[in-house]
């Protein structure tokens, strides 16, 4: 069984400033605003938060739905 990662690197489709960042674990993070630009960036649809938008890792609870998944799913 594999590892959850809990940080992620952030990256701001507008401007392109990145950031890592620790993921919360109990929740999604649905909001997050961008430092550089201050644009407020949203999950794309289909996606449940910002980290599985932008971030160079999915939040934990996609990372755990992943590793429960059956092979070949």
């Known amino acids: 069984m594999g590892t959850i990662v809990l ?6 489709p507008r401007c392109g400033h990145a950031k890592r ?5 109990g929740a999604c993070q649905f909001f ?3 430092e ?18 932008f971030g160079s890792v999915k939040c934990p609870p996609q990372q755990q739905q992943t590793m429960n998944a059956p092979p070949g799913a």
Request: glycine share 4%.
């Open 32 to 34: 997050y605003e961008c």
């Open 21 to 25: 960042m620790l993921m919360p674990t």
């Open 36 to 53: 550089n630009c201050h644009a407020v960036l949203r999950p794309n649809p289909g996606d449940c938060c910002v980290f599985c938008s």
């Open 7 to 12: 940080e992620s690197e952030l990256t701001c």
